[in-house]
């Protein structure tokens, strides 16, 4: 019955439909023969255009579904980062709508630099970005999307404040997505193309991810904090242990976890490679959404729960991997270095550094982001640093406090928690993302540095040259607590659970554990009004959207071409070696600036790379020898209309859903990539820029492949006239330089609509074309 799920209007945007996703899961649960269901499996099929189309070949078997079958989705809504929104939007306008089909909002987060403190850093970043700022409001007044400014927050702290609801699916265009997952929804990062699909209201779509589930069982105490239960996981799972996963919580332990905890866990689900993480409804997301102004929903929320069983997995669900965690025996675990999956309890951490030669100092001292930016969070961390002010102790390093949202920041404020921080040396930043991704103009390191230097820090992320530009910065991922209390001894060897710090008064001091409130006492304040955008936007299509063809920032896009119909014919432009991930395909730091500029950024392709055959960065050479920076290669071959490949190692594309990586190898001619495993965003990026994404079957083929070989498609035509069959094989003939030639068996995973995207040359183009037939 609908009216058990009425809500106010100003409410119903950001409510899930209930009523319709109840009905379409009791279509499936009709379909698999009342099989129990995971939670992962509810939420993510009751959004399925069509469950009897969808599962049509799943003769009743959820093992013939998972990891099988392509669903068409219809995500709630969408969220987009200014980074990652400006071409997601660029892409959007090509498609001549005059709205959104689902509520979307923008966030201005990534493009603030973190130096001095927020008032500074905001003016000059808003200075600096005034016209992709000044782009992205006037398409959000334009197609009605809520445009947040620079300094409300950071995407996932806002999206969890204000949108993210149990039963809830959504998409954003940005990796860490999932953290709603912490308030019980399906939120999974994609690209802009994928976000498109969404704001056009054409069926997205989404192999179905198989389910891990882990038990929580036991409850946390002392030092342990949520961040460890997401650092042990991803020692255990490492970066592709996820892959193709939802993970889904379950287990009394989830009992006793905050909401905005249980956001931590989803966040870095990422690091692991996961389509997104998820938690059943609790208490804790009752009481969170009652504290975010959202009380006029929970009735609704509690009786898709309690009448329908709609939050939480069915008696005897199964998982398809098992893994449990005693939440009482947790450890406090540090990650890291330039990995997030190399995972180290504490009381081995100044063992590790001894033996693997890490610096004996802790250089700077960093909480906050998307990961850890709670008034938990910021509460425990503050009961760490009053023992601290309390003994006379001052910190030793840099310590920086990045608010996730102005609601965090003003009501940390008014507790008097920004001011413990400011007077013991911190320096609070603006709301956003700052330092975590490579805006933290630091001062106190040279970028050119060659000597290693150690941080810490309570983010999500690690890769080289990640947050403070400098490749050799060894980022360490831990809780806030454990970062905070690293910053009084700034010594790589210290342990907060067991050693203690030498007082000026020659007494030892020893840290209690952190203490802190789930929840302000007070309730939430909101903070600086102007922060705030219309709940409801209407869109106002006489709005103009003016992009200047000077601009250096942002360019108006030209579609790519169709296939020609021919099998492909490519040289290799560049064999890779090792770990690729999104930052070494399409770095960030500096080059975020060109964001809404595919030639500009394109500079940037794959510039982090390994060349295999030379173990040089950022090298590669053409056919006669000539040696060339890879995009400067990629160019000259563009030139000359000299179609290329890229061949690379597992795991290609990991890390954030940078489409970017996907849209400048295209733009720069690319037209495969040929890879020993890929990481899933970004395969799903590279088809819907309309590249032929290929993995080997037999992986010691690499070995046989050599930069300059022509690579020959034998049965593309085949494979696009069986509409790719959701995958299958493809063989390539290799011609060496001495015209020797083998054919190589690889692997492909499209589906129909991906082969649409293929023959259309892109996904753009093809939802174009359905939209002006
Ligand atoms: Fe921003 Fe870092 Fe999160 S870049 S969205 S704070 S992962």
Same mark, same amino acid.
């Given at each position: 019955?609908?009216?058990?799920?009425?809500?106010?209007?100003?409410?119903?945007?950001?409510?899930?439909?209930?009523?319709?996703?109840?009905?379409?899961?009791?279509?499936?649960?009709? $379909?698999?023969?009342?099989?129990?269901?995971?939670?992962?499996?509810?939420?993510?099929?009751?959004?399925?255009?069509?469950?009897?189309?969808?599962?049509?070949?799943?003769?009743?078997?959820?093992?013939?579904?998972?990891?099988?079958?392509?669903?068409?989705?219809?995500?709630?809504?969408?969220?987009?980062? =200014?980074?990652?929104?400006?071409?997601?939007?660029?892409?959007?306008?090509?498609?001549?709508?005059?709205?959104?089909?689902?509520?979307?909002?923008? +966030?201005?987060?990534?493009?603030?630099?973190?130096?001095?403190?927020?008032?500074?850093?905001?003016?000059?970043?808003?200075?600096?970005?005034?016209?992709?700022?000044?782009?992205?409001?006037?398409?959000?007044?334009?197609?009605?999307?809520?445009?947040?400014?620079?300094?409300?927050?950071?995407?996932?702290?806002?999206?969890?404040?204000?949108?993210?609801?149990?039963?809830?699916?959504?998409?954003?265009?940005?990796?860490?997505?999932?953290?709603?997952?912490?308030?019980?929804?399906?939120?999974?990062?994609?690209?802009?193309? =994928?976000?498109?699909?969404?704001?056009?209201?054409?069926?997205?779509?989404?192999?179905?991810?198989?389910?891990?589930?882990?038990?929580?069982?036991?409850?946390?105490?002392?030092?342990?904090?949520?961040?460890?239960?997401?650092?042990?996981?991803?020692?255990?799972?490492?970066?592709?242990?996820?892959?193709?996963?939802?993970?889904?919580?379950?287990?009394?332990?989830?009992?006793?976890?905050?909401?905005?905890?249980?956001?931590?866990?989803?966040?870095?689900?990422?690091?692991?490679?996961? &389509?997104?993480?998820?938690?059943?409804?609790?208490?804790?997301?009752?009481?969170?959404?009652?504290?975010?102004?959202?009380?006029?929903?929970?009735?609704?929320?509690?009786?898709?729960?309690?009448?329908?069983?709609?939050?939480?997995?069915?008696?005897?669900?199964?998982?398809?991997?098992?893994?449990?965690?005693?939440?009482?025996?947790?450890?406090? +675990?540090?990650?890291?270095?330039?990995?997030?999956?190399?995972?180290?309890?504490?009381?081995?951490?100044?063992?590790?550094?001894?033996?693997?030669? !890490?610096?004996?100092?802790?250089?700077?001292?960093?909480?906050?982001?998307?990961?850890?930016?709670?008034?938990?969070?910021?509460?425990?961390?503050?009961?760490?640093?009053?023992?601290?002010?309390?003994?006379?102790?001052?910190?030793?390093?840099?310590?920086?406090?990045?608010?996730?949202?102005?609601?965090?920041?003003?009501?940390?404020?008014?507790?008097?928690?920004?001011?413990?921080?400011?007077?013991?040396?911190?320096?609070?930043?603006?709301?956003?993302?700052?330092?975590?991704?490579?805006?933290?103009?630091?001062?106190?390191?040279?970028?050119?540095?060659?000597?290693?230097?150690?941080?810490?820090?309570?983010?999500?992320?690690?890769?080289?040259?990640?947050?403070?530009?400098? /490749?050799?910065?060894?980022?360490?991922?831990?809780?806030?607590?454990?970062?905070?209390?690293?910053?009084?001894?700034?010594?790589?060897?210290?342990?907060?659970?067991?050693?203690?710090?030498?007082?000026?008064?020659?007494?030892?001091?020893?840290?209690?554990?952190?203490?802190?409130?789930?929840?302000?006492?007070?309730?939430?304040?909101?903070?600086?009004?102007?922060?705030?955008?219309?709940?409801?936007?209407?869109?106002?299509?006489?709005?103009?959207?003016?992009?200047?063809? %000077?601009?250096?920032?942002?360019?108006? *896009?030209?579609?790519?071409?169709?296939?020609?119909?021919?099998?492909?014919?490519?040289?290799?432009?560049?064999?890779?070696?090792?770990?690729?991930?999104?930052?070494?395909?399409?770095?960030?730091?500096?080059?975020?600036?060109?964001?809404?500029?595919?030639?500009?950024?394109?500079?940037?392709?794959?510039?982090?790379?390994?060349?295999?055959?030379?173990?040089?960065?950022?090298?590669?050479?053409?056919?006669?020898?000539?040696?060339?920076?890879?995009?400067?290669?990629?160019?000259?071959?563009?030139?000359?209309?000299?179609? !290329?490949?890229?061949?690379?190692? +597992?795991?290609?594309? %990991?890390?954030?859903? /940078?489409?970017?990586?996907? *849209?400048?190898?295209?733009?720069?001619?690319?037209?495969?990539?040929?890879?020993?495993?890929?990481? /899933?965003?970004?395969?799903?990026?590279?088809?819907?820029?309309?590249?032929?994404?290929?993995?080997?079957? %037999?992986?010691?083929?690499?070995?046989?492949?050599?930069?300059?070989?022509?690579?020959? &498609?034998?049965?593309?035509?085949?494979?696009?006239?069986?509409?790719?069959?959701?995958?299958?094989?493809?063989?390539?003939?290799?011609?060496?330089? =001495?015209?020797?030639?083998?054919?190589?068996?690889?692997?492909?995973?499209?589906?129909?609509?991906?082969?649409?995207?293929?023959?259309?040359?892109?996904? $753009?183009?093809? $939802?174009?074309?359905?939209? /002006?037939?």
């Amino acid at each position: 019955r609908a009216s058990e799920f009425a809500v106010p209007e100003a409410y119903q945007s950001r409510t899930p439909p209930y009523a319709k996703l109840i009905q379409n899961l009791n279509t499936v649960k009709k $379909i698999v023969d009342n099989k129990p269901l995971t939670l992962a499996e509810k939420i993510l099929y009751s959004h399925l255009v069509s469950p009897e189309e969808s599962l049509a070949s799943s003769n009743g078997q959820l093992s013939n579904i998972r990891g099988e079958v392509y669903l068409k989705l219809n995500p709630d809504r969408v969220a987009m980062q =200014d980074a990652s929104a400006q071409m997601a939007l660029l892409q959007f306008m090509t498609c001549g709508m005059p709205s959104t089909a689902v509520p979307a909002s923008i +966030h201005c987060d990534h493009l603030i630099v973190g130096k001095d403190g927020a008032n500074d850093d905001l003016e000059k970043s808003i200075a600096t970005n005034k016209e992709v700022f000044d782009f992205l409001q006037s398409c959000g007044e334009k197609y009605g999307i809520q445009f947040w400014g620079p300094g409300s927050g950071i995407i996932h702290q806002i999206v969890l404040e204000n949108f993210s609801v149990p039963g809830l699916m959504m998409l954003g265009t940005d990796s860490h997505t999932p953290n709603a997952g912490g308030l019980g929804a399906i939120a999974i990062g994609v690209g802009g193309a =994928d976000a498109v699909d969404a704001l056009t209201g054409t069926p997205w779509e989404l192999k179905a991810p198989k389910v891990l589930g882990v038990k929580l069982t036991g409850q946390l105490s002392g030092w342990s904090s949520p961040k460890d239960v997401i650092t042990k996981l991803a020692g255990i799972l490492t970066v592709r242990g996820g892959t193709g996963y939802i993970v889904e919580y379950f287990g009394e332990g989830v009992q006793t976890l905050s909401c905005t905890g249980m956001a931590t866990i989803c966040n870095m689900g990422a690091e692991i490679g996961a &389509t997104t993480s998820t938690f059943p409804y609790t208490e804790a997301h009752k009481r969170y959404l009652i504290q975010t102004g959202r009380e006029p929903i929970t009735k609704a929320v509690d009786a898709a729960n309690n009448q329908h069983n709609f939050l939480r997995a069915d008696e005897g669900a199964q998982y398809d991997k098992l893994i449990e965690i005693n939440l009482s025996e947790l450890e406090p +675990h540090v990650n890291g270095p330039f990995t997030p999956d190399l995972s180290t309890p504490i009381s081995l951490f100044g063992k590790t550094t001894k033996e693997e030669g !890490w610096p004996e100092k802790v250089s700077a001292g960093l909480i906050g982001s998307c990961t850890n930016s709670s008034y938990q969070d910021m509460s425990r961390a503050v009961s760490i640093i009053q023992q601290a002010e309390k003994a006379g102790l001052k910190p030793k390093i840099p310590f920086f406090v990045t608010p996730g949202s102005e609601q965090i920041r003003a009501t940390i404020e008014r507790d008097g928690l920004i001011d413990t921080f400011e007077r013991n040396g911190a320096i609070v930043l603006a709301n956003a993302c700052g330092p975590c991704i490579g805006q933290w103009d630091r001062v106190d390191v040279d970028k050119q540095s060659t000597d290693s230097n150690a941080i810490f820090t309570s983010f999500n992320r690690n890769f080289r040259a990640r947050n403070d530009g400098n /490749r050799n910065t060894m980022n360490f991922l831990t809780s806030p607590d454990m970062v905070t209390a690293m910053i009084y001894s700034g010594d790589m060897h210290f342990n907060p659970l067991k050693d203690s710090i030498k007082l000026d008064n020659g007494e030892e001091f020893r840290f209690q554990p952190p203490t802190g409130e789930e929840l302000p006492n007070s309730g939430f304040i909101k903070g600086r009004e102007e922060f705030y955008p219309e709940a409801q936007p209407q869109p106002k299509p006489d709005v103009e959207v003016n992009v200047s063809p %000077e601009s250096d920032r942002l360019q108006l *896009l030209d579609p790519f071409k169709p296939w020609s119909g021919d099998e492909l014919s490519t040289n290799v432009l560049l064999k890779v070696e090792g770990k690729c991930t999104t930052d070494h395909i399409s770095a960030a730091g500096a080059w975020l600036k060109y964001k809404g500029h595919l030639e500009n950024i394109s500079y940037n392709t794959l510039i982090g790379a390994v060349n295999k055959e030379t173990g040089e960065v950022n090298k590669a050479y053409d056919l006669n020898g000539d040696q060339y920076s890879i995009p400067e290669l990629m160019i000259k071959w563009k030139e000359e209309q000299r179609p !290329w490949i890229v061949v690379a190692e +597992h795991n290609y594309g %990991e890390g954030s859903a /940078r489409e970017h990586a996907a *849209l400048s190898p295209r733009f720069l001619g690319g037209s495969v990539i040929l890879v020993k495993s890929f990481a /899933r965003i970004h395969e799903t990026n590279l088809k819907k820029q309309g590249m032929l994404p290929l993995t080997f079957a %037999e992986e010691s083929d690499y070995d046989k492949i050599s930069a300059g070989d022509l690579i020959t &498609t034998q049965n593309l035509r085949d494979m696009i006239a069986q509409d790719g069959n959701n995958g299958g094989t493809l063989t390539v003939k290799v011609t060496k330089k =001495d015209g020797s030639t083998f054919d190589v068996l690889c692997k492909h995973t499209m589906s129909k609509d991906q082969v649409e995207f293929f023959k259309a040359g892109s996904a $753009i183009n093809h $939802i174009g074309n359905l939209k /002006r037939a």
